[in-house]
């Protein structure tokens, strides 16, 4: 079967979630404005994204322009490692990875583009999935901690998937879970994520206007929710009061 350019060095979790969205009556890989849309379904054009959005800092705005986006970033809830060994007689193996991801992976991929997610015309779905990461032998065994390396993802299940409007509607996800004056820290304890999540998570809220620096405790910057009730000048006696940011669990070992 001839491929398209958009389907060149694809992967097959990218694929598959392309027909997901194609199957609402879309067709995939049409020339738009210049560029190819994964899925144009009537007037909207989804577009899945399963890295960083980087790529995407010139498309996105041209499309919205003219068009409603849908956004599609997977995050892996659950995983299976399998791997293929060179030798075909040797059987494959499948186990299940102790990571899981939950929502706010999002802000790792959102922190190239995180004023955009503000557009009236752009949603993001954050389609939470069961997924297949395929492993191969490496070509070169220099490397002894690495003798296999990812070549594919799988789609095996979609779990749930969260339609995101806008940054507000992540940090509403948050906001429970976090005091009002808060730091990255406190950011990445809510999620149950690591520090450096908490970091690009605080740079998103921050530039998509939810939330604004107040102050310092420490070394640490510390936020506030925008048109939050309390002035910053309040922020040293509200920190003594706070009780100790909830830390993140382990990540477990990577699969």
């Known amino acids: 079967m001839k491929q398209n350019i958009g389907e060149l060095n694809e992967r097959s979790l990218h694929r598959a979630l392309k027909k997901r969205y194609a199957a609402q009556g879309g067709v995939m890989e049409q020339a738009v404005d210049g560029f190819v849309a994964d899925v144009l379904v009537g007037e909207r054009i989804v577009e899945v994204q399963t890295g960083t959005f980087w790529p995407l800092q010139k498309k996105l705005p041209q499309l919205l322009e003219r068009f409603h ?70 070509a070169t065994r220099r490397w002894r901690r690495q003798p296999w390396i990812s070549v594919d993802r799988r ?13 507000a509607d992540l940090f509403a996800m948050l906001d429970a879970d976090l005091p009002e004056f808060f ?10 994520a690591s520090r450096r999540l908490g970091q690009q998570a605080a740079f998103c809220l921050r530039e998509a206007g939810v939330s604004e620096i107040c102050g310092k405790d420490g070394n640490a910057l510390v936020y506030r929710r925008i048109g939050s009730s309390r002035p910053c ?9 706070q009780p100790p940011p909830t830390a993140p669990l382990p990540a477990g070992n990577p699969p």
């Open 183 to 192: 730091t990255t820290r406190d950011l990445a304890g809510a999620m149950r």
């Open 69 to 138: 986006v849908t956004l599609v970033y997977p995050v892996a809830r659950d995983r299976y490692i399998v791997k293929v060994p060179e030798d075909p007689d040797a059987l494959t193996t499948r186990r299940k990875s102790p990571k899981h991801d939950n929502v706010f992976l999002v802000f790792a991929a959102l922190a190239s583009i995180p004023a955009l997610l503000e557009h009236p015309n752009l949603t993001l779905d954050v389609v939470m999935t069961v997924e297949e990461v395929i492993r191969a032998a490496a």
């Open 233 to 241: 000048a309040q922020l040293a006696a509200i920190r003594r009061q």
């Open 155 to 167: 789609l095996v299940d979609v779990v749930e998937t969260h339609h995101i409007t806008s940054m």
